[in-house]
């Protein structure tokens, strides 16, 4: 079965820097992508991976502070997160779906927090 697990997040003061990771088990996708929300907030795209091109694509917000990878080995995705500032502070999700181009991210993990202070 398909099965994404996030872990990595905590707290941590702004300007400083912290990893993400997610462990995809059950098959490969064609885009690997990670979201975050925060209290009061929808739902917001932050990274995205494709596969096999390996080309990526990040919000605005984020685009020179943040970089999303994969290790094809591990099946893990990442995603490493400088320069943090509070308003980076939420729940951050990792997703998946069949088609790099296209359609619904079927499948989630649970959310890990980042909480970025001071």
């Known amino acids: 079965q398909v099965q994404l697990v996030e872990s990595g997040g905590g707290l941590v003061q702004a300007g400083g820097s912290l990893t993400l990771s997610c462990a995809v088990s059950?098959?490969?996708?064609?885009?690997y992508a990670w979201f975050r929300q925060a209290p009061g907030k929808e739902r917001e795209f932050v990274a995205v991976?494709?596969?096999?091109?390996?080309?990526?694509n990040y919000a605005d917000s984020v685009k020179g502070r943040f970089t999303i990878s994969r290790d094809n080995a591990k099946n893990m995705v990442y995603l490493q997160m400088n320069s943090l500032k509070i308003e980076d502070t939420a729940i951050y999700y990792c997703?998946?779906?069949?088609?790099?181009?296209?359609?619904?991210?079927?499948?989630w993990g649970q959310g890990t927090r980042v909480t970025v202070s001071s």
């Open positions: 997703a998946a779906r069949p088609s790099p181009i296209s359609g619904s991210y079927n499948y």
């Open positions: 059950g098959r490969t996708f064609g885009s």
């Open positions: 991976f494709r596969w096999p091109a390996g080309s990526t």
